[in-house]
């Protein structure tokens, strides 16, 4: 097999921590058959973990329905806690893009 005629562009991507006083809850979900699955962990600006949760929702749904059933339990899991200052993160763009203009009218 030849190389490429162009190279690949090598991303690397870590976890980037939040300003100091903020949570950061990372949260991503996954769909398998008639289950859906989610998961989060919640950390401060050193790295330390505060909390995290997982879960399975036995209902059929498309992926989106999924991340934005994942984003819900981020934020209860925020307001349980009673924490003030809180960074959301995704690994999916629709939702995280969405999200963020949510002001705009995108009809």
């Not at 870590?14 to 962990?41: C, E, M, R």
């Not at 329905?65 to 995704?90: C, D, T």
Request: hydrophobic share 35%; with cysteine; proline share 3%.
């Amino acid at each position: 097999m030849e190389d490429p005629l162009l190279p690949r562009k090598t991303v690397k991507k870590a976890w980037k921590n939040p300003h100091q006083g903020t949570i950061k809850i990372n949260f991503d979900a996954s769909v398998h058959g008639k289950n859906a699955y989610y998961g989060l962990v919640a950390r401060d600006a050193n790295g330390f973990i505060h909390g995290g949760r997982m879960g399975c929702v036995n209902k059929e749904m498309h992926i989106e329905w999924a991340e934005l059933q994942a984003m819900e339990e981020s934020i209860k899991v925020a307001r349980s806690k009673n924490w003030i200052y809180v960074e959301l993160e995704s690994g999916y763009a629709f939702l995280v893009n969405r999200f963020n203009r949510r002001h705009d009218d995108l009809t």
